[in-house]
């Protein structure tokens, strides 16, 4: 084999290696029973109806925590680099910064 078939067998090899580390069927039932519960809790929360206009952040802060196990299993961002999930929950984080000050703004949390 000459060197030029060896370094592409190596360069092969590198980018099929960089994919690994995906979770088993196991742990995707796993996110889904917590999913379900997060859900439940939600729905539970909704018709507590002494907690008025404080309901709004608790949804909000269950609903990122959902977002975040969907994003990091169903979407791989856990096994893939870094950067992607900074870029991604940046995004996130700047999208519920804006929700809140617009709510601020608008004084929907005032009784």
Known sequence: MSQQE????????????VHTGHPTPATYFKVAMALSILTAIEVGIF????LSYAIIPILA???I???ALVVMYYMH????????????FFGMFVATGVIF?????????LI
Not at 47 to 50: G, V
Not at 77 to 88: A, R
């Open 47 to 50: 018709y507590i109806t002494a």
């Open 77 to 88: 961002l856990k096994f893939d680099h870094p950067i992607f999930s900074g870029m991604f």
């Open 61 to 63: 802060i269950l609903s």
């Open 6 to 17: 060896e370094t592409r067998v190596e360069e092969s090899q590198d980018a099929h290696s």
């Open 101 to 109: 000050a617009l709510m601020a703004l608008f004084s929907w949390f």
């Open 65 to 67: 925590g959902k977002f």
